[in-house]
């Protein structure tokens, strides 16, 4: 496959397998931003073993409550990146969704140098499942738990949501585990309320959908698969969301750059036209002159994350 997702942040991915933390990230640098909250733990482990890739920073609002609905937001690296917790959007999204009175997890995942797919999403699972779990220590709603994440970690926010309460099927000839065993809580629900997909890699099998960079011979899709797109089509097809569609996915809300050359602009549209042909509930934003990450954390596109959120607990609160 010619597509790579980050070919212009390979030089961040070099800090990042050093364990550093810049104050950016992988949408662009942002400025650091001290986040005002009641209640903070880091390193929290959501796995019940000893690994800092299954370790979580949980933030609570400033105004205290007894529960707070919960948002787990998971950071873009390719998937090459197994800590950067740390760099998770802290001044840009993160803020925006405390600052509304959301409780928020970042978690750490395996990179696809610990473990090949569906290691990732079988630790977003295990996340979503340890919210339930520890729902009273940390003052979680459980009643209302979405995912959201940038760039990968869009694609990993947004397979949660399409593949709720499926926990194994067959793409093609993949058997696919889509729900793993990790952690003390393998009997609660890993089913979200909705997602928030923030210029996520939808559709594995159609990255080449617009204009992009290209680099050598193996994309960060390839090492995540341990595969080719051309002699294994059923393994991309497995890690794609938009294989998993159907009319009973929670509401998802989409933002992506029409200028992005990293993930193609037209992953995230055909994603929306997907989600709406199924009957989903959804909403995307379009930014003409928005990148990767680059322009696209505005306060009106931050306050439309927010209110999609709302609108969707207040319906739910309703039924």
Same mark, same amino acid.
């Given at each position: 496959?010619?597509?790579?997702?980050?070919?212009?942040?390979?030089?961040?991915?070099?800090?990042?397998?050093?364990?550093?933390?810049?104050?950016?990230?992988?949408?662009?640098?942002?400025?650091?931003?001290?986040?005002?909250?009641?209640?903070?733990?880091?390193?929290?482990?959501?796995?019940?073993?000893?690994?800092?890739?299954?370790?979580?920073?949980?933030?609570?609002?400033?105004?205290?409550?007894?529960?707070?609905?919960?948002?787990?937001?998971?950071?873009?690296?390719?998937?090459?990146?197994?800590?950067?917790?740390?760099?998770?959007?802290?001044?840009?999204?993160?803020?925006?969704?405390?600052?509304?009175?959301?409780?928020?997890?970042?978690?750490?995942?395996?990179?696809?140098?610990?473990?090949?797919?569906?290691?990732?999403?079988?630790?977003?699972?295990?996340?979503?499942?340890?919210?339930?779990?520890?729902?009273?220590?940390?003052?979680?709603?459980?009643?209302?738990?979405?995912?959201? /994440?940038? !760039?990968?970690?869009?694609? #990993?926010?947004?397979?949660?949501? @399409? +593949?709720?309460? %499926?926990?194994?099927?067959?793409? *093609?000839?993949?058997?696919?585990?889509?729900?793993?065993?990790?952690?003390?809580?393998?009997?609660?629900?890993?089913?979200v309320n909705a997602a928030c997909d923030w210029s996520g890699p939808i559709d594995l099998m159609a990255m080449d959908c617009g204009d992009?960079?290209?680099?050598?011979?193996?994309?960060?899709?390839?090492?995540?698969?341990?595969?080719?797109?051309?002699?294994?089509?059923?393994?991309?097809?497995?890690?794609?969301?938009?294989?998993?569609?159907?009319?009973?996915?929670?509401?998802?809300?989409?933002?992506?750059?029409?200028?992005?050359?990293?993930?193609?602009?037209?992953? /995230?549209? !055909?994603?929306?036209?997907? #989600?709406?042909?199924?009957?989903? @509930? +959804?909403?995307? %934003?379009?930014?003409?002159?928005? *990148?990767?990450?680059?322009?696209?954390?505005?306060?009106?596109?931050?306050?439309?994350?927010?209110?999609?959120?709302?609108?969707?607990?207040?319906?739910?609160?309703?039924?």
């Amino acid at each position: 496959m010619k597509k790579a997702l980050f070919t212009g942040l390979l030089t961040v991915f070099g800090l990042l397998t050093a364990q550093a933390q810049p104050a950016g990230g992988f949408g662009g640098f942002q400025m650091q931003t001290k986040l005002e909250t009641s209640q903070e733990w880091k390193d929290v482990n959501y796995a019940g073993d000893d690994k800092a890739y299954h370790t979580c920073d949980i933030y609570l609002p400033k105004e205290k409550k007894k529960a707070y609905p919960v948002v787990i937001h998971i950071y873009g690296s390719a998937w090459f990146s197994n800590n950067s917790k740390g760099v998770a959007d802290l001044g840009t999204i993160v803020k925006a969704l405390l600052d509304a009175g959301y409780a928020v997890v970042c978690p750490n995942h395996r990179s696809s140098g610990d473990a090949k797919w569906p290691a990732q999403i079988h630790d977003i699972k295990a996340v979503v499942r340890f919210v339930r779990g520890k729902a009273k220590q940390y003052k979680f709603d459980k009643s209302f738990i979405a995912t959201s /994440g940038f !760039s990968s970690g869009g694609h #990993l926010a947004s397979i949660t949501a @399409t +593949t709720s309460g %499926t926990k194994r099927t067959q793409v *093609g000839t993949v058997d696919i585990d889509l729900e793993g065993s990790l952690g003390s809580f393998t009997k609660k629900s890993s089913r979200v309320n909705a997602a928030c997909d923030w210029s996520g890699p939808i559709d594995l099998m159609a990255m080449d959908c617009g204009d992009h960079m290209t680099m050598g011979a193996n994309s960060p899709e390839d090492v995540l698969l341990d595969a080719k797109l051309t002699e294994s089509p059923d393994k991309y097809l497995s890690l794609s969301a938009t294989t998993y569609i159907d009319a009973n996915d929670p509401p998802i809300i989409i933002f992506h750059g029409e200028r992005d050359n990293v993930v193609p602009c037209c992953q /995230g549209k !055909s994603f929306y036209e997907k #989600l709406k042909a199924a009957g989903v @509930t +959804t909403q995307a %934003t379009f930014v003409p002159e928005g *990148g990767h990450g680059m322009g696209m954390y505005s306060k009106e596109n931050l306050q439309k994350m927010v209110d999609f959120l709302n609108a969707v607990r207040n319906k739910k609160s309703t039924k």
